[in-house]
Structures are given as C-alpha cells and as structure tokens.
C-alpha cells in the first residue's frame, strides 16, 4: 500500500528540498594504481606500438570510508593533534552513527571525525580525573544511560516477537472493504498565503485565499467542460513538481494512513474520470482527477496488512508497558511550584554556591555524540 503521499506534503507546506547521498567511484590517472603510487606499464606488441593497459581493478580508486577501510584499514588518512588516525580506526568513530546521521554530514566529514575523536580523548581525560564520580556529572550521566537503556528496551518491546499477527489478514481485508480502494490520482494545487506572509515563503506567490479559491474554481469550470487536465496542470499548477509530471500525484489506497482526510472525502465520491471541487489544504487549493479505481485485490495487499498488524500489535505491547507508570498525584502542592512557595511556609531555597543540575537529557537522544556543528 505504498504510495506517493509526499507530494501532499509537499504541496501543503511549501517547497521541501532534500539531497540523497550517492557513492561515486573515479578513475585514477593513467600509469597510477588506486594507492597513488605509479603502476608498472605493459607493452603490447599489437601493430608493433607499446601501449599501456590497465586493469579494472587498478583504474578504480576506493571513495568513502567503507570502501578505503576495506581496501587497506592501515592507511593513515589524517593526523589529530599531530598523531596519525588509520581509515580503521575513523571508521570505527563514526561507525555507531546511525546512516541518515552520517548522510548529514557527508559534506563535512572530517568535521566529523574531529568532534568525535575530540569528545573520545577528552573524556578519556576526565575520567582519569574521576569527573564522573562528581557531581553533578555522576548523576548526569546516570540519567543519560538510563534514558538510553529506556530506549533499547522500548524497542525491543516494540521489534515483537517473530509470527503470526494475532488477526488473519483475511478476515482484516474482508471487514475493512473500504480500505482497499485504490487510486491513481492527479491534481493541480493552487496556493494562497496568509495574511501578512512574505511573497518569498509560498514560493513568491502572495495570493490570497479568496483569489486563489476564484481560481481554482474557474480551473474546475473549465475542466468539466473538456479543457485537458494534464495541459492545465502543467501551465497553472503552482506546485512546479506536479507541473512538470501533468499533474500525476500517482497510486493511493483509501487506507492510507498518510491521505488528508479532506482528499480522501472528495475522491472517495469520484469514479473513474471524476473531477473534484477545489478541496482546501492549509495553503492552497487542489483540484483532483481521478485517472483509474479499482479494489486492490487481497494477494497484493497482504504484505500490506500483516505489517500494519504486526505494528499495531507491536504498539499495543509498548502501550502496556508503559501503562504500568502512570501517576496518580496525592500531593497537587508538590507539583504545583509555578507560583512560588505557598503563603507563610518557608521558602527551600538553594543554599548559595550549589551546582544548578542540568536539564535531563530529552526522551529522544539515542546517543551522547554531537556531531560538529555546520
């Protein structure tokens, strides 16, 4: 039940850019093997001329810390406070990132690497020093493993044991009919700014929402009455992603988590060759046209449901986990410290010269490296 739903996004909140990272290899220069070093030429007696020929393998020179490590994990690649640091050893520091962490800082790698050898020897020297037997950075770092145990277990809980959801997908597909209708959709987007927006933050476009509803009902109008959807879409659409593809938003399912409510209202009422009303969206208007409707069948929504099972049983098991810790305040005036101390009760106030504790890590830090700032 995979399908295009970026493309809404994309559309009701303005433009969102991204860049994915790809690994690229390079040809080293004639005569020279991958390490640098000049490789010895071979003659050819071919039309009696000495030529040189190279292997794949040595026209080839390894990109990117996997592959320089793999190929020789003793090369020297840089040197830190004047001490040489092999592709091994920068590969084992950057390693525990997770992969969209490290895709973050492909620009900048050597910054990286820095920041995390950096915070690896410093801390190396105050714990010779027994800084993290002192408060408050003892009980600091307790907070910070325990944040970070919390997380490993919930998602142990939440990984689920391996088999059978506890629902048949069969009998899933059978009671929930409505959402396996399938689409493929295409839209104009029309977009309006609130009042006061910059022209620059909808893309320069600083029509109103009343402007851009006259719009997209002329648009209609006109389509109803035989103008072609994919000539309109690619000349006033105002998402240019859209544009350039006639509008083709592509295949949806009504079960689609992820579908605007006021999408799914409108296309559910259209049949195939329907065109909607213009449908409000937080900053413009969509026209859509439905290209094809048909019920996905059950064997190709299977995969589907047993995943969406598994999640919501998964779900279910961290709920009940963490249903076991909920509170129940019996002192409302211990929690309630907003307003001060109570009238005539002495204040607790912080003898003079007490370290201020820092704020506890928040729910959502996996890891105490901090990558270098950019």
């Avoid at 995979?2 to 390079?26: E, M, P």
């Avoid at 992969?99 to 050898?117: H, K, P, T």
């Avoid at 309109?232 to 009504?254: C, P, V, Y």
Wanted: glycine share 8%; charged share 20%.
């Amino acid at each position: 039940m995979k399908s295009s739903i970026g493309i809404f996004v994309f559309a009701a909140c303005a433009a969102l850019a991204f860049s994915q990272g790809t690994s690229q290899t390079s040809t080293a220069p004639a005569g020279q093997s991958s390490s640098g070093r000049s490789a010895p030429a071979q003659s050819s007696t071919s039309s009696g001329a000495a030529t040189t020929a190279q292997t794949p393998s040595a026209s080839l020179k390894a990109r990117g810390p996997e592959a320089v490590a793999a190929q020789d994990p003793s090369r020297v690649v840089a040197m830190i406070g004047g001490k040489p640091l092999t592709a091994k050893q920068a590969l084992d520091l950057i390693k525990p990132l997770p992969a969209q962490e490290r895709r973050r800082f492909e620009a900048n790698l050597q910054g990286l690497v820095q920041q995390i050898y950096m915070e690896d020897q410093l801390a190396d020297e105050a714990t010779k020093m027994s800084l993290d037997q002192q408060s408050p950075w003892k009980e600091q770092l307790r907070m910070a493993r325990a944040n970070i145990l919390t997380q490993a277990y919930l998602n142990k809980v939440a990984s689920g044991t391996p088999g059978t959801p506890t629902e048949d997908p069969k009998q899933y597909y059978d009671a929930h009919p409505g959402d396996f209708d399938q689409f493929k959709l295409s839209g104009i987007f029309i977009s309006f700014s609130a009042p006061g927006t910059p022209a620059s933050a909808n893309g320069g476009n600083n029509r109103t929402e009343e402007q851009a509803r006259q719009k997209a009902d002329d648009l209609e109008k006109k389509l109803k009455t035989g103008a072609d959807f994919a000539a309109l879409a690619r000349t006033e659409s105002d998402n240019q992603q859209l544009a350039a593809k006639g509008g083709e938003l592509g295949n949806f399912t009504s079960g689609d988590a992820g579908l605007p409510p006021a999408v799914k209202s409108a296309v559910l009422q259209l049949q195939a060759g329907g065109i909607s009303e213009p449908v409000r969206l937080p900053n413009g208007f969509f026209i859509l046209k439905v290209d094809s409707r048909h019920k996905q069948p059950f064997e190709e929504a299977r995969a589907g449901i047993t995943q969406r099972l598994d999640n919501e049983k998964n779900q279910a098991a961290v709920k009940q986990e963490l249903d076991k810790y909920k509170i129940e305040v019996k002192d409302p005036d211990f929690f309630n410290a907003s307003n001060g101390p109570a009238r005539n009760v002495p204040s607790l106030q912080r003898p003079s010269g007490t370290p201020v504790p820092a704020t506890p890590p928040s729910a959502s830090t996996s890891s105490s490296t901090k990558p270098p700032a950019q």
